[in-house]
């Protein structure tokens, strides 16, 4: 979650030492505490939910349940060497598979599409409950967007958009980009939808409802050329370190997941998880290098949004970052 967690989230002001970095194991906790669950999972209005659902209807938004299966399938893909045993269906998941797959379900064209047959084998189901598993991964398989697909010079992702602002000035004022946005919280995502459906104009534009970081993981090779992540919730206390998005396994997966030269956005106003970010890249310095100075902010956070204006007006300041992968 981005933007809606600064208004409850305190903001640190100390540093960060090494050592605090250095004693983790480095990697995102995804289950957070109930009370933030509690926060985070809270329902859109019904108009909202609407909005979503028609935006999913026209291939804005993906479908969770499409989501979730592709999850279940390459996790289990991954963790198996291609046979899912308990549900008795034989897998073949490549990186070329993959990447065809998500140029399917983000109405993407390249120049050389990747193939897109996955070898699912549903010939030895054996009953009902293996039957209906074997059913999802076909439909998840086959499902295409709706949206008509065409070629775009980048494909951006940003991670935790809060309201959507800054992912939907971003797609109007670059046309020829794909803009990807993950955000868990659904009012957000109802505001995004609405913000859509009111301008048919801003055509580059994807939602995928979920933890960005988790999506990570699923996304083909050298797939994206930034991610963005704006006014995350900082967890400021020591025992919150787990929380934060960047950590030395996150960063690894956005060096695997950007083509060469590709490049990491950060923007926060808590000093904290500013000197947080910056020692977490810079101890994977074989990998990533500051962009000094940082590129300038119209470029990729063209708006001011109601928390960053709080954050400001409660004497904070806005902190830039950028990283770029080491060919």
């Known amino acids: 979650m981005d933007d809606d967690s600064n208004d409850s989230a305190s903001h640190n002001s100390t540093s960060v030492a090494i ?5 983790g194991n480095g990697q995102y906790e995804s289950r957070k505490p109930k009370w933030w669950t509690k926060l985070a999972r809270r329902r859109g209005t019904r108009s909202q939910r609407q909005a979503i659902q028609r935006m999913t ?6 479908p969770k349940e ?13 963790k198996s ?3 899912d ?3 008795n269906v034989n897998l073949s998941i490549t ?6 797959w998500w140029n399917r379900v983000l109405a993407v064209k390249e120049l050389n599409d990747a193939p897109t047959d996955c070898a699912i084998d549903t010939s030895i189901v054996m009953d009902d409950r293996n039957q209906k598993y074997a059913s999802k991964f076909q439909h998840m398989n086959e499902f295409t967007n709706i949206r008509p697909a065409r070629q775009y010079n980048q494909v951006w992702l940003e991670i935790g958009f809060g309201n959507g602002a800054n992912v939907f000035a971003n797609a109007l004022n670059n046309p020829d980009t794909l803009y990807i946005g993950s955000e868990i919280h659904q009012p957000g995502l109802g505001t995004m939808a609405q913000k859509i459906e009111t301008d048919d104009s801003v055509q580059n534009i994807r939602i995928l409802p979920g933890d960005g970081i988790k999506l990570l993981y699923h996304l083909p090779n050298k797939y994206l050329d930034a991610v963005l992540i704006t006014f995350p919730d900082p967890w400021p206390k020591e025992f919150h370190a787990r929380w934060r998005v960047v950590q030395t396994e996150t960063i690894k997966e956005m060096k695997r997941v950007l083509n060469a030269y590709g490049r990491v956005f950060v923007a926060t106003d808590a000093v904290g998880f500013n000197d947080w970010s910056r020692i977490i890249f810079t101890n994977e310095n074989d990998d990533w290098s500051e962009v000094i100075p940082c590129p300038p902010r119209e470029k990729w956070l063209p708006i001011v949004s109601y928390y960053e204006e709080k954050g400001l007006n409660e004497g904070r300041h806005t902190m830039l970052q950028c990283w770029q992968v080491i060919k």
């Open 81 to 83: 060497g291609g046979v």
């Open 19 to 23: 050592n605090d970095v250095d004693n």
């Open 95 to 100: 990186d070329d598979w993959k990447r065809g």
């Open 66 to 78: 499409v989501l979730a299966d592709f999850s279940r399938i390459n996790n289990r893909s991954n």
């Open 85 to 87: 045993a308990s549900v």
């Open 57 to 62: 209807n026209c291939g804005y938004f993906l």
